[in-house]
């Protein structure tokens, strides 16, 4: 009996890891054929992506250049070049628009006076325009795009002009344009990883029945066969009866987790365990202190502190930022307000999403805060991230802060949505530079001139500038050139204070 016990026992082992392999071979092939099917579709969806870009970039050139062409005056003269910087700015495209005059480079909205740089024949002619592509435009303002000139008019495409068309980053994509049965790659675009397990790839080809542009993309085709076979017939045997469990006690594990962190964090602000400190914030061309920044700290009564890096987002997720900002406000009014009385030239400024200028009473609450507090509106600078796009209640209420003496600015201007041509519409005040800009003008990076043309451009429109991210003394004295009338922030000026430390500076 028990022989037969151990047989059936046997048995029944042997059936439920057989059909648990059935299962797991039948999800592999399944997934597999998703993949096949997710790649090839992935292909054609980039390549009429890019191609559809191209197009409106090459509508949207012709319309700039028809533009320009009617611009009057002295070519090159200053009134010219504002136009041209103004066509410029508005156009999502295109990073420079000047004026070329037998094969030399004569002036742009970027660069102004070009010294006559004279430029190599052209690659080739389209109709009565001259086209120069990137290897051709090596030691130019230009390298790495593609400048086209037509009637002593040249404008050059932006090298982010094809950004976020491929959301994996995987596929590599080459742009051409055929003259006289010859393809001119006109402009390549590499996958942003290579850590893709590829069996081979999928091509797909398309063209444009507008011009004589096509596309042709290569994504590789994604393989779950990345085992050895046995090793995945174990693995998916296991994994039939096994992952699901797992899972599921992960998900409850992590589902568990969440709904913690965001009642201790709703709890946290309520109660003052969120507490601040002070950032200086000096105008780099003397040092002189203007104001600070109000840093949200998260110290726990029992436990380690938490990074803002962690709370911040949660604060996002599970909309509590409305709360998470008034409280910063009002802390920082509290804290350094008896000191900015007697100050009222200096200034706290506090961060806050779009989404809490969006509140129905933000600009009462405010204001009463303000009043309590006996300061000016303008001691008091709201930082603004680009993370989203502004509802019409959040402009709305910013124009009625702008209105009454509150200044506004777009923080970590360069790194989101937020460009020149919407904020010269919008009521912002100013802008805060981020922190790659620095690092890069003391670096051989293709970022290095991004930070002085953002300032002069944001001053032109009368804007004031915070660049934030200052640690070195070759980064200020560089600036102290670059950005004279900006504020600096970073830790060459002061590392974030405590409240008591603060004041003190503040005397």
Request: charged content about 20%; hydrophobic content about 45%; glycine content about 8%.
């Amino acid at each position: 009996m028990s022989l037969i016990r151990a047989t059936a026992r046997r048995r029944t082992v042997t059936e439920a890891i057989a059909i648990a392999a059935l299962v797991a071979v039948a999800l592999l092939a399944g997934a597999q054929a998703v993949l096949y099917s997710e790649d090839s579709a992935t292909s054609e969806r980039v390549a009429e992506a890019v191609l559809g870009r191209s197009e409106t970039i090459t509508r949207v050139r012709r319309a700039v250049t028809d533009e320009a062409l009617r611009v009057q005056g002295v070519p090159c003269s200053t009134e010219e070049l504002e136009r041209f910087k103004a066509l410029t700015f508005h156009s999502s495209f295109i990073a420079d628009l000047g004026r070329i005059d037998g094969g030399r480079l004569s002036c742009s909205a970027t660069w102004g006076d070009l010294a006559a740089r004279p430029l190599p024949p052209p690659t080739f002619h389209l109709g009565s325009s001259q086209v120069w592509l990137s290897d051709d435009l090596a030691g130019t303002p230009y390298a790495g795009t593609t400048l086209i000139a037509r009637d002593g008019v040249f404008s050059v495409s932006s090298t982010s002009a094809f950004d976020g068309i491929d959301g994996l980053g995987t596929s590599s994509s080459t742009l051409s344009i055929v003259v006289d049965n010859r393809a001119h790659a006109i402009r390549k675009l590499a996958p942003r990883t290579g850590d893709v397990t590829r069996i081979d790839s999928v091509h797909s080809r398309t063209c444009s029945v507008q011009n004589n542009v096509c596309v042709v993309v290569e994504t590789p085709r994604r393989s779950v066969a990345g085992l050895p076979p046995w090793l995945l017939v174990l693995l998916f045997g296991l994994s039939a009866f096994a992952g699901a469990v797992a899972a599921c006690l992960l998900a409850r594990r992590r589902s568990a987790q969440h709904g913690s962190i965001h009642a201790r964090l709703d709890q946290a602000i309520r109660q003052g365990e969120i507490q601040l400190v002070y950032q200086p914030l000096c105008r780099i061309r003397d040092q002189q202190l203007v104001g600070f920044e109000a840093l949200s700290r998260w110290h726990p009564q029992a436990g380690e502190d938490i990074p803002p890096s962690v709370f911040v987002p949660i604060a996002r997720q599970f909309n509590l930022t409305p709360l998470l900002f008034r409280h910063v406000l009002a802390q920082a009014l509290l804290e350094l307000g008896p000191s900015l009385r007697r100050h009222p030239l200096l200034y706290v400024s506090v961060n806050a999403e779009p989404h809490d200028l969006a509140q129905a009473c933000v600009v009462r609450y405010l204001d009463a805060l303000l009043h309590e507090a006996g300061l000016r509106p303008s001691q008091i600078r709201i930082e603004v991230t680009e993370r989203e796009q502004l509802c019409e209640v959040g402009k709305a209420n910013i124009g009625r802060l702008e209105a009454l003496g509150y200044k506004l600015l777009i923080d970590d201007f360069g790194t989101g949505s937020a460009n020149f041509s919407h904020l010269a519409e919008s009521p912002f005040h100013g802008v805060k530079i981020d922190r790659m800009f620095v690092t890069a003008i003391t670096e051989d990076s293709p970022l290095r001139s991004v930070l002085p043309g953002m300032y002069q451009i944001a001053r032109k429109l009368g804007m004031d500038v915070i660049i934030e991210g200052i640690e070195t003394p070759e980064q200020v004295a560089l600036l102290r050139e670059l950005a004279t009338d900006a504020v600096g922030q970073g830790w060459h000026y002061g590392y974030p204070l405590p409240s008591e430390d603060a004041v003190v500076m503040l005397g």
